[in-house]
């Protein structure tokens, strides 16, 4: 698609997605979801149970944010674009992506939608669209928004007199959810030290009081937002400061979120990194020894590490794979009935309780597991070793053009050749940045970084580096 890559339309705020942009999504998602309804209504040979936001006078959208400065005329623009097309909207205000798709889901909204480009600096931005079910919206009707966007179909007439639809406060969405995730845990946390990074993001509003409300003992880090300082040397893609925090205080553990919180990354209490494959790790094994843990399956992507497939074979876990994207995780699980499925980033799934990967209800899950089993978070992913793995990324102007180039295959042949039985290359284009990611994994790391360096001599060779 044109816009919507596998994490919503992402782009430099004011450059690649605008104002403009945010307010033709609400226009188009407005009069859609208002003749869909219309639709449904009239329909009265349909033997199938309506979806509950028809019943409402108007379909109701709910919208969340991040911290980001252009986060809120985004906002303001999104929610101009749906009363304009005759829809209500519910602005939660400052909260993750999981709580919004939570809040779609069990408030009967008919989408949600989420404005933040997670883990990207400050200056990017995203709008993320969420179906009724709480997961990602059909790529057929985001090919639809793309099409109004581009004016290949008629303009949408305007909502008058009181057809025009109302925008009204939803913080308590942010409390509800943050009250759900609590009935999630069966445990105290008490006298548990934990160290939460909230990466200046939407996490702030929400991690530390689920913590300090189930008892532990909370020291939380970059949790002042000034609308600039989202991911800025924090979170889960800069750990440092995380692990840095558990050694000199001491702590049981500690949890990283991005800028929306939908991914984690753990600290343990001896200081080292805790990434999505550990997570998956121990969070399959304690599954797999409750019974709770479907066909055995935890279900990864490509990009997990060699190391985990084989700690997986040790305890008698089959893994399934697929492409890099939380929502192909997602679709593999649901359509098999899965427990349990990420990626090595800290998008973690569980399908017992979230439609997609949640930052906080996988802190939760991990803590939890501590007590449960009476141990250190060091001792439960000890059996995880992974092998060194090496990843680059290269700005290319032309990801396409640069993944199929003969002598790029070739060295990518070449690269694979040098690894030999044990390790691999993955080497792909971002879905959401202008990056190609070359990836090698080996027993030795030198070996990884040589077959990584002869793939990228190829892209600079043939003038793809941008």
């Known amino acids: 698609m044109k816009y919507f890559g596998t994490d919503g339309f992402r782009g430099e705020a004011n450059k690649t997605l605008t104002a403009t942009h945010a307010y033709q999504i609400g226009r188009f998602l407005g009069a859609h979801f208002n003749a869909e309804r219309k639709k449904l209504l009239a329909d009265q040979s349909a033997t199938r149970a309506l979806p509950e936001w028809v019943d409402a006078p108007k379909p109701r959208f709910v919208i969340g944010k991040d911290t980001r400065r252009s986060s809120y005329m985004l906002e303001n623009a999104l929610a101009a674009g749906l009363v304009s097309s005759g829809a209500d909207v519910s602005l939660m205000h400052v909260t993750t992506t ?4 939570y809040i779609t889901r069990a408030d009967d909204f008919c989408c949600g939608i989420m404005i933040s480009a997670s883990h990207n600096p400050f200056y990017d931005n995203g709008i993320k669209i969420i179906d009724d079910k709480g997961t990602k919206m059909d790529d057929a009707l985001l090919e639809k928004v793309e099409a109004y966007i581009d004016g290949k179909t008629p303009e949408i007439p305007l909502a008058e007199r009181e057809d025009i639809g109302e925008v009204s406060d939803y913080s308590q969405g942010r409390n509800r959810y943050i009250g759900y995730l609590m009935q999630t845990v069966r445990r105290s946390f008490k006298r548990l030290r934990i160290g939460l990074d909230t990466a200046n993001g939407a996490a702030f509003t929400i ?17 002042e937002p000034n609308g600039l300082n989202i991911n800025v040397d924090s979170g889960s893609t800069h750990i440092e400061s995380l692990v840095k925090l558990v050694k000199e ?3 049981d ?3 990283a979120f991005d800028g929306d919180a939908d991914r984690c990354i753990a600290v343990d209490n001896h200081g080292n990194v805790v990434d999505g494959d550990a997570i998956l790790y121990l969070c399959g094994v304690d599954l797999k020894a409750n019974n709770a ?13 060699f190391g985990l497939y084989k700690a997986f074979e040790r305890a008698g876990i089959h893994a399934a794979k697929t492409p890099v994207g939380d929502k192909y995780v997602a679709a ?9 499925g990420g990626e090595q980033s800290g998008h973690i799934i569980f399908s017992k309780y979230a439609t997609t990967g949640d930052g906080v209800l996988t802190a939760l899950r991990v803590t939890e597991i501590m007590v449960e089993r009476k141990s250190d978070l060091a001792s439960l992913h000890m059996e995880f070793q992974p092998y060194p793995q090496v990843l680059k ?6 990801k396409e053009a640069a993944l199929a180039n003969a002598r790029v295959q070739e060295a990518i042949a070449a690269a694979d050749a040098l690894l030999g039985d044990d390790g691999r290359t993955l080497v792909r284009a971002s879905g959401t940045e202008p990056l190609v990611r070359v990836m090698a994994e080996h027993r030795d790391r030198e070996t990884c970084e040589a077959a990584v360096e002869q793939i990228l001599d190829a892209l600079r060779a043939e003038g793809f580096v941008a």
């Open 249 to 251: 205080s001491k702590l």
């Open 332 to 340: 593999e699980m649901f359509k098999n009935g899965y427990a349990l």
């Open 98 to 101: 999981p709580s919004v798709s």
């Open 253 to 255: 553990c500690g949890f």
């Open 293 to 305: 843990l479907p066909a055995n399956t935890v279900v990864t992507t490509v990009m997990s590490n």
């Open 393 to 398: 990324n290269v700005r290319v102007a032309d």
């Open 207 to 223: 991690a530390k009081n689920v913590f300090d409300a189930l008892g532990a003992e909370t020291f939380v880090i970059h949790d």
